[in-house]
């Protein structure tokens, strides 16, 4: 069930007044029945798996919260590690690292004859059990109580708006929204609206109409020539803006309307200057979550410098090996650690550029390192990346644009993305628009609707990160 789909407006439409007219411990139960029934619209199968860990984590921070013995509750969330991990290992990992061995053994001569087993992934996994873990890390580290009820802690894994792409929500900030009365006032309703409208109209309008300019060119890079590979390379940068921050605004968006109030995954990150600003901006809830639950245990910046890049390059190696199965998204990985540790070799500590010319001269530099990170991320394999690069460096630039234009959505929709993404830089809030006049607020929104419905006429097109 798609955010962006017909059946998922009905779903909304069916939901949201039962919900109104519940009181708070029915609201849970309904939010817990209509999350199962999300989730199981895409396989029913594989409701198994989130209750599985649901259940290990449950029983695992309630054993924990328990026991007063240091080695019992380090071996309590030792399970909890062990289990989340067993469970991304198996659905996400397996062939891959199976498939990878086999080449390997195939490189020196002998002939791997086993068949891969054809696992499918799981949607959501690599969220939910994140998720899951990080409250059984926090109970360990006595940040948190342990959750009694079982049903409200279901509801945290399982609540529909996060479930499949996040945010990443910790137990300490989204627990109390659920075991606490929540009442939507009207203003969050209004705010839920525009966030809903908002990320389709980046997803709908852009990211889908984008995805025709893009797929051909990374299929067959060979038969471009270099421009077409940059202006690929930087509609795929705004195409995975659009659908990821998107599918969060709608996700925020939908909770709002019920009360509740997810975490900003997405804060402007293509005016950062550097790959820590970047990582500030960009998927906020994965990066604080390698930050607190890997970095931060790996040493941090504690000790030399050596040891911080290491431990950065570790972090970011395996971030990139949560995004997916495959071998791009570790080079992917090892580029985001190789420039994060350049940047605190070269620049150390020192506060980014504040000066108005120069910090946008900054920010255009360090979009190309950003989009050269892209082209690593959707490349479809590791030969693909070589060709591309090598056609980047040393390919014809090409006297005609081959690859196709993009849709009329995108011509009109990009440029007023980027006309309100700049207004909220400047005015350093997302509210930017509440203080326009009703009539220009209407005019605004009407604009968006516009656009919307132009990029409407395609089936519902799946969000990129439900892959991961």
């Given at each position: 069930m798609l955010f962006n789909s017909l059946d998922f407006a009905l779903f909304i439409a069916i939901l949201l007044p039962l919900y109104y007219v519940c009181r708070h411990r029915q609201q849970n139960r309904l939010l817990l029945v209509a999350s199962y029934i999300f989730y199981g619209s895409w396989d029913w199968r594989f409701l198994s798996l989130i209750l599985l860990s649901t259940v290990i984590d449950y029983t695992v921070g309630r054993a924990i919260q328990r026991s007063d013995s240091a080695a019992r509750r380090k071996s309590l969330v030792a399970v909890s590690i062990f289990s989340n991990l067993s469970l991304l290992g198996v659905f996400k990992y397996f062939n891959f690292f199976a498939d990878s061995f086999a080449v390997i053994l195939g490189s020196i001569g002998f002939e791997a004859d086993w068949t891969t087993l054809n696992i499918v992934l799981p949607v959501g996994i690599s969220f939910y059990t994140f998720q899951t873990m990080s409250y059984a890390i926090d109970v360990y580290r006595r940040d948190l109580d342990a959750v009694d009820d079982f049903f409200d802690f279901a509801l945290y894994v399982a609540f529909f708006p996060q479930l499949v792409a996040g945010p990443i929500e910790r137990a300490k900030q989204f627990m109390p929204q659920i075991t606490q009365p929540r009442s939507p006032s009207l203003d969050a309703f209004s705010r839920g609206l525009f966030l809903i409208l908002?990320?389709?109209?980046?997803?709908?309008?852009?990211?889908?109409?984008?995805?025709?300019?893009?797929?051909?060119?990374?299929?067959?890079?060979?038969?471009?020539?270099?421009?077409?590979?940059?202006?690929?390379?930087?509609?795929f940068a705004f195409q995975i803006y659009c659908d990821f921050s998107g599918y969060t605004d709608i996700a925020r968006g939908v909770a709002k309307l019920m009360g509740f109030n997810l975490s900003l995954n997405f804060n402007l990150p293509y005016v950062s200057q550097n790959p820590q600003e970047f990582w500030r901006r960009w998927h906020i809830s994965l990066s604080t979550w390698l930050r607190d639950y890997l970095y931060i245990p790996l040493g941090g910046s504690r000790g030399s410098l050596v040891r911080t890049n290491i431990n950065l390059s570790i972090t970011m190696f395996l971030g990139g090996l949560w995004h997916g199965a495959a071998w791009n998204f570790v080079v992917w990985g090892v580029y985001?650690?190789?420039?994060?540790?350049?940047?605190?070799?070269?620049?150390?500590?020192?506060?980014?550029?504040?000066?108005?010319?120069?910090?946008?001269?900054?920010?255009?530099?360090?979009?190309?390192?950003?989009?050269?990170?892209?082209?690593?991320?959707?490349?479809?394999?590791?030969?693909?990346?070589?060709?591309?690069?090598?056609?980047?460096?040393?390919?014809?630039?090409?006297?005609?644009?081959?690859?196709?234009?993009?849709?009329?959505?995108?011509?009109?929709?990009?440029?007023?993305?980027?006309?309100?993404?700049?207004?909220?830089?400047?005015?350093?809030?997302?509210?930017?628009?509440?203080?326009?006049?009703?009539?220009?607020?209407?005019?605004?929104?009407?604009?968006?609707?516009?656009?919307?419905?132009?990029?409407?006429?395609?089936?519902?097109?799946?969000?990129?990160?439900?892959?991961?």
């Open positions: 908002f990320g389709l109209f980046k997803k709908v309008a852009i990211a889908d109409g984008l995805a025709y300019t893009v797929d051909p060119v990374f299929e067959s890079p060979e038969q471009f020539a270099r421009v077409d590979l940059l202006l690929a390379t930087y509609c985001q650690g190789a420039i994060l540790a350049i940047h605190r070799l070269v620049v150390g500590r020192r506060a980014a550029v504040s000066h108005g010319l120069l910090r946008i001269v900054w920010i255009g530099l360090f979009f190309q390192v950003i989009c050269y990170g892209w082209l690593l991320f959707r490349a479809n394999s590791l030969a693909s990346i070589v060709t591309m690069t090598r056609i980047l460096l040393f390919g014809p630039m090409g006297t005609e644009l081959l690859l196709p234009t993009p849709e009329l959505s995108v011509l009109i929709g990009l440029p007023l993305l980027l006309m309100m993404d700049w207004l909220q830089y400047l005015k350093g809030t997302s509210h930017w628009y509440r203080k326009w006049p009703e009539p220009l607020q209407g005019i605004l929104f009407a604009l968006m609707i516009v656009v919307l419905l132009m990029g409407m006429g395609k089936a519902p097109a799946q969000f990129i990160y439900f892959q991961f």
